[in-house]
């Protein structure tokens, strides 16, 4: 198996019948940089920003921050890489950052952008760390747990400030600058339109969204494994998002752990995905997946799958069916 993944590194990443789907990895940490060229990622998806502040046992510097995203930008050298705005709170509690105590729902509780815009110097500092480190080539930001357009305004206009507090001080400003909102709460999925056209792009984080969408603790081993991802109503929400981004001409891609496996990533191909980003080591099983799968086939099936008929079904075994056959 390695053998044949090492083999399929230098080659495109097509289906059978010539449909190209960008493969993309997740990465936090520097030690994560060498996979990007050994699993032959077109690029890091989504790079977690709040690794480094778990690490540490104070909050990262400014310098340390720039310095981190300028060895994870030279790294990807021509390739994209989107970096995520610090999603701590949660279950991702910083020991030495005080105002993250106890909460009773932590994954409910006062995390990510939610933080981030109560201490907006957090946010500040790390825009400009990230603009700097950039300078004279793209920059790709992605805000998590969105849960409301009005906040993605909010961080926009903190970024703008930084942008232009940079000018005016003659740095090196990115020759382009996106910012993306991840879908994760779902909320999000009944403000689509809205939503499309605040971001330049949008990316589902999965595995937060199905277990808001379920209400099931994606931690919780008794119950974490009770639902399904590949059901047709998961699968219908992330058809909706797709949706709504075709008709914005807002790019939607997918981060969350729903994409590191075969038969999932293959699920998603079918929905209309054109770019999924998954854990380095399923690179080569998913790049297997996609060279054998005719996608206009099973693009062909997804309306079965999606259960549009009405009639129960069960759209895992029709999926896994669908990969025998094929
Ligand atoms: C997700 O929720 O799917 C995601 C990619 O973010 P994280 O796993 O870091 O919460
Ligand atoms: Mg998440």
Not at 26 to 39: I, K, R, S, T
Not at 223 to 228: E, L
Request: hydrophobic fraction near 45%; charged fraction near 25%; aromatic fraction near 6%.
């Amino acid at each position: 198996r390695q053998e044949l993944y090492r083999e399929l590194r230098s080659r495109p990443s097509v289906s059978r019948d010539g449909v190209e789907v960008e493969l993309m990895m997740n990465a936090g940490l520097a030690v994560d940089l060498p996979q990007l060229g050994e699993a032959g990622a077109a690029g890091i998806g989504l790079f977690r920003t709040e690794l480094q502040f778990m690490v540490a046992s104070t909050f990262p510097r400014a310098q340390a921050q720039e310095a981190l995203y300028r060895q994870v930008l030279e790294a990807a050298g021509d390739k994209p890489v989107t970096f995520r705005t610090i999603d701590i709170g949660g279950d991702k509690v910083l020991p030495y950052f005080r105002g993250s105590e106890k909460e009773e729902n932590p994954a409910l509780g006062w995390r990510a952008i939610r933080l981030t815009l109560d201490r907006p110097a957090l946010l500040r500092t790390q825009f400009r760390a990230l603009l700097k480190a950039a300078g004279g080539r793209e920059l790709r930001v992605m805000l998590p747990m969105v849960t409301e357009v009005s906040e993605i305004r909010r961080a926009r206009e903190i970024i703008d400030r930084e942008v232009r507090h940079l000018a005016r001080f003659g740095h090196h400003l990115p020759t382009s600058l996106s910012i993306g909102a991840m879908v994760e709460v779902p909320s999000l999925l009944f403000q689509l339109d809205e939503l499309m056209r605040e971001v330049d792009f949008v990316s589902i984080g999965s595995n937060d969204l199905f277990q808001f969408m379920t209400a099931t603790d994606r931690g919780n081993g008794t119950v974490a494994s009770r639902f399904d991802p590949l059901s047709a109503p998961f699968l219908r929400a992330l058809k909706s998002v797709l949706d709504a981004g075709c008709r914005a001409g807002t790019p939607v891609t997918l981060c969350g752990e729903l994409a590191s496996r075969p038969i999932s990533a293959m699920a998603l191909i079918g929905l209309g995905f054109r770019s999924i980003s998954m854990s380095a080591a399923a690179i080569g099983p998913v790049k297997a997946m996609l060279v054998d799968l005719p996608v206009e086939a099973l693009t062909a099936q997804m309306g079965l799958i999606l259960g549009d008929g009405g009639g129960a079904h069960d759209a895992r075994g029709l999926l896994r069916t669908f990969a025998a056959d094929h």
